[in-house]
């Protein structure tokens, strides 16, 4: 089976996240928030640390329950669907670094097959082609045997990414992908993202510290400053100085002529 | 790089043939000690020694069986329990599930007579202590459980189940302290804990329902695997996790608890054997891992309870203190190298 998409995207409205406490207390990230992001595109979170850009993901994936609001896949509200019907439209790729010892790369890969597969989860022919196929698509093909112990930080994100490929679904999230990463794997891990999207019908959801990277590689941005959302194309999001808000009460500021950070001291 | 699936069947084939040599071994050696060629004719119906037929039949062979069934059990329940808190150092006796067990056991065992309930029958007052074991060890793997999912640190939560284990044994010890004598004979012997001390009954009660955890564990090899990618991953993999986590607890709950039920606190053996098949056939896929635990944990068990007889000698040792030199090792060496499996 090839790894196909249908042209469905995501649509949130009315979302607010938030962790609530025993005490009344609790946090709101953000209230009443839309998003939209078209069939086969990239938007990119940005985001300072703690205002929900995870939570939005998780929301997505189903790992976590907002508050209110719905979220749609295509046509279907998340909180509607089944586990299993979930699976085969959204994959998730967390931060969570799962480093299991001897868990062969086609193993872990094969893992994202599970909604497909029997009961003891034996890999059709189908879905061995699936897993080789997600293998060969983030560059890892001749790695197959290895353990996910023995990779390096980029090599294992491919092998995650490989996974959330092999499920086959239409909408990828995936939590800071490119985090822990040096540059040329940072800018490889999001082109290859970008070529999912464009190239074979993708539609992709991911968070980011990396501005730089998001600017040059994103369709759209969405920005998360004090629980208001912000979406555009970047040059939009430069031009309107919505890109400046992200370095609020910071000694940063954004250039817009050179598209870089600048100190000022 | 993994084994190729050559080698790992020859390492089943390894296993198996290592478990028969066991296996007849159990037979032969003890306290008097038996010809093989005796125990080979025997086996297959031919003509032998009265003495040596009693002896076979009443006493060796229900031990043995006793022996591959708890091995298998402890093993089985050892393995589900490390995935599913990823934790390397999670197991029925060090997490505390066997100390429940003892405490629903030593409930039911000092209830009885207290309450002079009527259970005359063998089989049924076999039957309460099995469901006393599988209440307690059930309610013990929720606490610790619970606990889990807030101290994320492995260490931490080792010592939870050390402590709660602990206050069960705390409790044991009380309930024994205030019972009254008839009771407490029946219950004393019990916790010696012995492979040889089960009775035909406790034996099909504990074959039975171990069996009945085995497949469930069979049952359970792809949820543990969508597992070792943590619960949130298996979620947005389709898993309904709380229902699998059910599954788990009932299967653990079935192995580890029947087995306490009838054979007493067996540490060592469900935290060992898991990482004995994981050096030996390096993979984490539970497709091989659940049946080679089971196989391992056979083969460990027979071998600890031949080392216990101490062949030759009159005399026996308590099967707890064979399998806790033999597993301790493997449980410091996973600590010391501080191996990374999950």
């Not at chain 1, 868990?103 to 082609?129: C, F, H, K």
């Not at chain 2, 597992?227 to 653990?252: C, D, H, K, P, W």
């Not at chain 2, 060592?268 to 030996?280: E, L, N, S, Y």
Request: hydrophobic share 50%; aromatic share 6%.
């Amino acid at each position: 089976m090839a790894v196909v998409g249908t042209n469905t995207g995501i649509c949130i409205k009315g979302l607010t996240l938030g962790y609530k406490n025993g005490s009344g207390g609790g946090r709101i990230l953000c209230r009443e928030a839309g998003l939209e992001v078209a069939p086969n595109t990239v938007c990119v979170l940005l985001g300072r640390n703690g205002t929900g850009k995870s939570t939005l993901l998780r929301s997505i994936a189903r790992v976590h329950t907002p508050l209110t609001g719905e979220i749609f896949i295509g046509e279907n509200a998340v909180w509607r669907m089944t586990d299993r019907e979930l699976s085969e439209v959204v994959s998730f790729v967390s931060t969570e670094i799962v480093n299991t010892r001897n868990l062969a790369v086609w193993d872990m890969v094969g893992l994202g097959r599970a909604p497909y597969t029997n009961w003891i989860g034996q890999l059709a022919e189908s879905d061995s082609q699936a897993v080789a196929r997600a293998i060969e698509l983030v560059g890892m093909g001749g790695f197959e045997r290895k353990s996910i112990s023995s990779l390096s930080d980029g090599e294992r994100q491919r092998v995650m990414i490989a996974r959330a490929l092999a499920q086959d679904t239409p909408v990828m999230v995936l939590d800071e992908p490119t985090a822990f990463l040096d540059v040329p794997n940072r800018y490889e891990i999001a082109l290859l993202l970008c070529s999912l999207a464009h190239k074979h019908g993708k539609t992709i959801l991911y968070s980011t510290h990396d501005l730089e990277v998001a600017l040059q590689l994103a369709d759209r941005l969405c920005l998360i400053v004090d629980g208001r959302f912000s979406t555009g194309t970047p040059e939009e999001l430069i031009q309107n100085g919505v890109i400046d808000t992200l370095f609020e009460r910071s000694p940063l500021t954004f250039d817009p002529a050179t598209k870089q950070i600048k100190l000022t001291l | 790089m993994q084994l190729t699936k050559k080698t790992r069947n020859l390492l089943f084939a390894l296993f198996a043939m290592l478990l028969a040599v066991f296996f007849g071994l159990e037979l032969a050696l003890g306290s008097v000690s038996l010809p093989l060629g005796e125990v080979w004719n025997w086996l297959r119906g031919a003509e032998t020694d009265p003495t040596a037929r009693a002896l076979l039949g009443t006493f060796r062979l229900p031990k043995a069986i006793v022996a591959v069934t708890a091995g298998a059990a402890l093993s089985a329940s050892g393995l589900q329990m490390q995935t599913l808190f990823r934790n390397p150092l999670a197991g029925p006796y060090l997490l505390g599930v066997s100390s429940g067990a003892s405490l629903g056991v030593s409930l039911f065992l000092i209830g009885i007579p207290v309450l002079g309930l009527p259970l005359s029958a063998e089989w049924v007052r076999n039957l309460g202590v099995a469901g006393a074991a599988w209440v307690g060890s059930a309610a013990i793997l929720t606490i610790v459980f619970a606990a889990a999912t807030r101290v994320k640190e492995i260490m931490a939560v080792l010592i939870l189940g050390m402590m709660i284990g602990s206050g069960a044994t705390a409790l044991v010890e009380i309930l024994q302290y205030l019972s009254p004598e008839s009771a407490l004979k029946s219950f004393v012997v019990w916790t010696m804990g012995s492979l040889g001390g089960v009775s035909s009954s406790q034996l099909w009660i504990l074959v039975l329902f171990v069996a009945a955890g085995l497949l469930l564990s069979i049952f359970l090899i792809k949820p543990l695997n969508l597992l070792l990618l943590g619960e949130s991953y298996a979620r947005t993999l389709g898993q309904n996790t709380r229902r699998v986590r059910t599954m788990i607890f009932a299967g653990t709950t079935l192995l580890a608890g029947t087995v306490t039920a009838f054979c007493g606190p067996i540490a060592f053996i469900g935290i060992a054997v898991p990482h004995i098949t994981r050096m030996v056939f390096r993979n984490a896929d539970h497709r091989v891992l659940m049946p080679a635990s089971m196989l391992i944990g056979a083969v460990v068990m027979l071998g600890c309870d031949i080392i216990a007889q101490l062949p030759g000698m009159d005399m026996v040792l308590p099967i707890n203190t064979v399998t806790a030199l033999v597993g301790i090792p493997v449980v410091i060496a996973v600590i010391v190298k501080n191996h990374k499996f999950f």
